[in-house]
C-alpha cells in the first residue's frame, strides 16, 4: 500500500506541485493528472517499471496500449516514426487537444507501453496542468484513463481518489474536467486511416482535414440479441449496477422509463435515472440530470459523473435516457453508454 498524495492545485501553488509531481514521475512514481478529457494516471511512458506500476494499479489488462501524452512537436520525434503527413494536418489543426494519434512507434518506446504493438498512441492535451507537468519532468507521459479497470473513467481527484487511493503516488486535483469524455482514437497507420474511438473531435471534423476515413469502432450492438438477453455483460465502463439503455424519441423513452421504473421497484430492486429532463424526479431521489437532449456537451460532461453518483447510492439498476441528439461529442457519451450497458433497449 502506497501513501498516495493529494495535490490541490492553483494559482498560488502551480509552480510548486508541478515541481514536486514532475520529481515524482522522473523518480519512476505515478500521478494521476487532469486533462481536458477525464483525470489520467501518468508515469514516465519510456520507463518500463514505472508503466508496470499503471498497469498494476488500474489492474489493466497488459495487452491494452497506453496514450502517451507529449507537450510539444519536438517530443513527438522522441516517441514516433515515420510520421506521415497526414498525421502533422490533424496535429496542427486540433493539437494540443482531444485527438489521440496512433503512429509507428520509435525504438525508445517500451513495448510494455504499446501493449506489445509497434505503433504508439499519442496526444497533446489541452490542460495547461498535463502540459506543464509533461514540460517539467522532460518526458513523454504514459496516461490512461485513471479509473479501476472497467469502471466509468474519472472526471473529478474524487473519483479517482476512490479507485486508486493507496495505490499511486500522487493525485492532482484540478477540478472536474471539462470534456468528461476520453479523446478520439484516430489509427494513422492504416490506408485509409480508421477511427477506433469516437470522442470529443468528430468524423466529419477529421474527414474535412484528412479526406476518406473508416470507423473500426463498433457501438453497433445488434438490438435483437441484447434485448433477448440482457445477461450479456460488457467490462467497459461499468458501475456496479446494471445499466439499461433504452433509446428512441424522448417522449417515448421517458415513457418507457417511466414503466420499467414502476416494474422493478415492484420486484424490490432499487432504480436509480440518469435523465435527459427531470419530469420523473417525482418517482425518486435516486436521479440524475445529464442535460436537455440538446446539449450534448453538457451531457457528456457529465455522463461519468452521473454513472458513479448513482453507483454511490448502492442502485441495483440503472436506467439511462438514451434520447439525446447524436450529434457531435454526443456521438461519443452514446458509445460509452452503449459499452456501460448491460442491456439496450431501442424503441
Ligand atoms: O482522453 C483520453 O484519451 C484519456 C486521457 C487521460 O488522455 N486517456 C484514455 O486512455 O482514455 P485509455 O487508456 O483509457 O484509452 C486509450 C485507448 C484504449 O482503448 C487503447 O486500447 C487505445 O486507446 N490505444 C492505445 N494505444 C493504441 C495503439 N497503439 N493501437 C490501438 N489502440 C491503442
Ligand atoms: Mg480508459
Not at 5 to 10: A, D, G, H, R
Not at 147 to 167: C, E, I, R, W
Not at 187 to 205: A, C, E, K, M, Y
Not at 284 to 304: K, R, V
Amino acid at each position: 500500500m502506497l501513501f498516495t498524495q493529494i495535490f490541490k492545485i492553483s494559482d498560488y501553488n502551480f509552480n510548486d506541485v508541478i515541481l514536486k509531481c514532475a520529481e515524482i514521475i522522473k523518480n519512476g512514481g505515478t500521478v494521476a493528472i487532469p486533462t481536458e478529457t477525464v483525470y489520467g494516471l501518468g508515469a514516465n511512458a519510456l520507463d518500463i517499471s514505472a508503466i508496470a506500476k499503471i498497469f498494476a494499479a488500474k489492474n489493466r489488462p497488459t495487452d491494452n496500449p497506453i496514450i502517451v501524452h507529449i507537450s510539444s512537436f519536438e517530443q513527438l520525434n522522441q516517441v514516433a516514426s515515420d510520421v506521415p503527413k497526414n498525421a502533422f494536418n490533424l496535429m496542427n489543426q486540433f493539437w494540443p487537444g482531444p485527438l489521440t494519434i496512433i503512429l509507428k512507434k520509435s525504438l525508445l518506446v517500451p513495448y510494455i507501453t504499446t501493449g506489445k504493438l509497434d505503433t504508439v498512441a499519442v496526444r497533446m492535451p489541452l490542460n495547461n496542468i498535463a502540459l506543464e507537468l509533461i514540460e517539467v519532468a522532460n518526458v513523454p507521459i504514459a496516461a490512461p484513463s485513471s479509473n479501476t479497470s472497467g469502471k466509468p473513467s474519472p472526471t473529478t481527484a474524487m473519483h479517482v481518489y476512490n479507485d486508486l487511493n493507496g495505490k499511486i503516488d500522487a493525485i492532482i486535483d484540478g477540478g472536474s474536467t471539462s470534456i468528461g469524455v476520453e479523446s478520439t482514437v484516430i489509427d494513422l497507420t492504416q490506408n485509409p486511416p480508421i477511427i477506433l474511438r469516437p470522442g470529443p473531435i468528430s468524423f466529419n471534423q477529421i474527414a474535412d482535414v484528412i479526406g476518406k476515413v473508416d470507423i473500426g469502432y463498433s457501438d453497433k450492438v445488434s438490438y435483437d440479441k441484447i434485448v433477448r438477453s440482457p445477461g450479456m455483460k460488457y467490462t467497459h465502463y461499468s458501475p456496479n449496477a446494471e445499466v439499461i439503455l433504452i433509446e428512441g424519441s424522448h417522449k417515448n423513452v421517458l415513457e418507457h422509463i417511466r414503466s420499467l421504473y414502476m416494474d422493478y421497484t415492484n420486484q424490490n430492486k432499487k432504480v436509480g435515472l440518469l435523465m435527459t429532463d427531470n419530469s420523473l424526479l417525482n418517482l425518486t431521489a435516486n436521479h440524475f440530470y445529464l442535460g436537455s437532449i440538446e446539449e450534448t456537451s453538457i451531457i457528456a460532461a457529465n455522463l461519468f459523473k452521473g454513472l458513479r453518483l448513482l453507483d454511490d447510492m448502492y442502485v441495483d439498476i440503472i436506467l439511462a435516457d438514451g434520447s439525446f441528439l447524436q450529434e457531435g461529442v454526443g456521438i461519443a457519451a452514446m458509445n460509452r453508454l452503449k459499452k456501460a450497458a448491460t442491456a439496450v433497449i431501442k424503441l
